[in-house]
C-alpha cells in the first residue's frame, strides 16, 4: 500500500512543453527527494527538500525545479521539455537524511 | 570518497535455488545498511535495515548479513520465485550525509 504517490505514472509530450510531475506523501515526512534514473542505472540525485520552503538541488545537474510549499507536496517541473529529458523520476520521503525511503512509482517520461 | 561495490552485476538462477549477493562499502561516517529490491519501472522497496551492531537480519526468504569491521554486506535468497528477478541495492546510511547513494545493485533473473 503506497503512502507516497507520484502522478501521471506514464508521459509522453513533445519538445518545448512545461509539464509538471506531482508528488505527494502522507507520512508527515520532513524530506523528500526526486532521484533520475536511466534503465539499468543508477539512480541520480537532483533534488532534495528538508522542509516546507527548504530545496536544494542534488548531485546531477538538472534543467528542473521544485517546490516545497506544503509539507506533504513536492511538484518537480520541468520548463521547457526536450528529449534529453527522457528518463523515469522517482520520488521519494524519509524521516531522515540516513534513514529509510519510501518511493513513489516513478513517472515514466518521454520527450518526443 | 564514499563508495559501494556489488557483486556481481547480473545473475541468472533457477526457480527453487539459493543466491547470495555480496555488497562491499566505505562509507564513512556509517551507521546503518539497507537492501532495496527495485522491480524494473518501480521504485525501491526496502528489504531489510541493519544497524552498525548487527551482524544478520531475516526478512522472510531473504537474509543479510553485516560485517561492519571488513565492510562487508551480504544478501541470500533461499527458495528463489519467479517474483525475486529484479536489481537488489546495496545502501549503506551515516549521519551527515543529505541524502542516500542509490547505486545500479545487483540484477537478478529467476527462471522457470
Known amino acids: 500500500e503506497a503512502d507516497i504517490y507520484q502522478t501521471p505514472r506514464y508521459l509522453v509530450i513533445g519538445t518545448g512543453k512545461k509539464i509538471t510531475l506531482e508528488c505527494s506523501q502522507t507520512m508527515g515526512h520532513d524530506k523528500m527527494y526526486w532521484y533520475q534514473q536511466d534503465p539499468g542505472m543508477e539512480l541520480h540525485l537532483i533534488h532534495y527538500?528538508?522542509?516546507?520552503?527548504?530545496?536544494e538541488k542534488g548531485d546531477l545537474s538538472s534543467e528542473s525545479t521544485v517546490s516545497r510549499i506544503r509539507t506533504e507536496h513536492f511538484p518537480l517541473t520541468l520548463e521547457s521539455a526536450r528529449p534529453s529529458h527522457t528518463s523515469q523520476y522517482l520520488c521519494?520521503?524519509?524521516?531522515?537524511?540516513?534513514?529509510?525511503?519510501?518511493f513513489g512509482s516513478g513517472t515514466r517520461l518521454t520527450v518526443v | 570518497k564514499n563508495q559501494v561495490e556489488q557483486s556481481p552485476q547480473s545473475l541468472i538462477i533457477l526457480e527453487g535455488k539459493n543466491c547470495t549477493l555480496q555488497c562491499n562499502y566505505t562509507v564513512s561516517p556509517f551507521s546503518n545498511l539497507r537492501w532495496y529490491k527495485q522491480d524494473t519501472g518501480r521504485g525501491p522497496v526496502s528489504l531489510t535495515i541493519m544497524t552498525f551492531s548487527e551482524n544478520t537480519k531475516s526478512n522472510g526468504r531473504y537474509t543479510a548479513t553485516l560485517d561492519a569491521d571488513t565492510k562487508q554486506s551480504s544478501l541470500h535468497i533461499t527458495a528463489s520465485q519467479l517474483s525475486d528477478s529484479a536489481s537488489y541495492i546495496c545502501?549503506?546510511?551515516?549521519?551527515?550525509?543529505?541524502?542516500?547513494?542509490f547505486g545500479s545493485g545487483t540484477r537478478l533473473q529467476v527462471q522457470p
Open positions: 545502501v549503506p546510511g551515516g549521519p551527515g550525509r543529505r541524502a542516500l547513494t
Open positions: 527538500s528538508y522542509g516546507v520552503n527548504s530545496t
Open positions: 521519494a520521503s524519509s524521516e531522515s537524511p540516513s534513514g529509510g525511503y519510501t
